[in-house]
């Protein structure tokens, strides 16, 4: 036999031995956070060649962190077109951008322009529908004893 044909076997068993750990490193960087994870599963796959691998195929998380990001991010595109952009900060009624007050509780929402009457927010200086300056605050009224 020649050499080569007797190295053979000694290499099939090193690949055999060394790719279950590598790969089981690859996968753990991709379902795991934390940077000891993927080293962790090479030196498991590297001490129990056979066991280690078997158990991480079975115990590992089903999805991978893009996968789980994914799926997160798709549920947050369902929520926010199932529910309205805005609502009633006391009774958590849906509101539009144009209501004035809370058709359920009556809370006022927004205040209206002096200029055009459009709905304008309350931390809002200007009126974008108009261009009219809302900084005219409420006359002070003094109390004399």
């Known amino acids: 036999m ?9 290499a099939l068993l090193l690949v055999g031995w060394l790719a279950p750990a590598a790969w089981m490193r690859k996968d753990a960087a ?9 080293r962790l599963a090479l030196a498991a796959g590297l001490l129990v060649p056979v066991a280690a691998p078997l ?9 991978t ?3 789980r990001t994914e799926r997160e991010l798709s549920i947050r595109r369902l ?3 199932l529910e309205p952009e805005e ?5 958590r009624t849906p509101v539009e951008r144009r209501f004035v ?11 209206r322009c002096h200029a055009c009457s459009e709905p304008v927010e309350f931390a809002w200086n200007v009126c974008p529908h108009c261009g009219e300056s809302e900084s005219r605050a409420a006359p ?3 109390l004399t004893a």
């Open 87 to 91: 609502r009633c900060l006391v009774c």
């Open 79 to 81: 929520r926010q077109a």
């Open 55 to 63: 158990a991480w195929l079975l115990l590992r998380p089903l999805e």
């Open 30 to 38: 991709a379902r795991l956070r934390g940077r000891g994870c993927p």
């Open 140 to 142: 002070v009224i003094r």
């Open 2 to 10: 020649t050499l080569a044909l007797q190295l053979v076997p000694p």
């Open 101 to 111: 007050c809370c058709p359920t509780c009556a809370t006022e929402l927004r205040r």
């Open 65 to 67: 962190l893009e996968e």
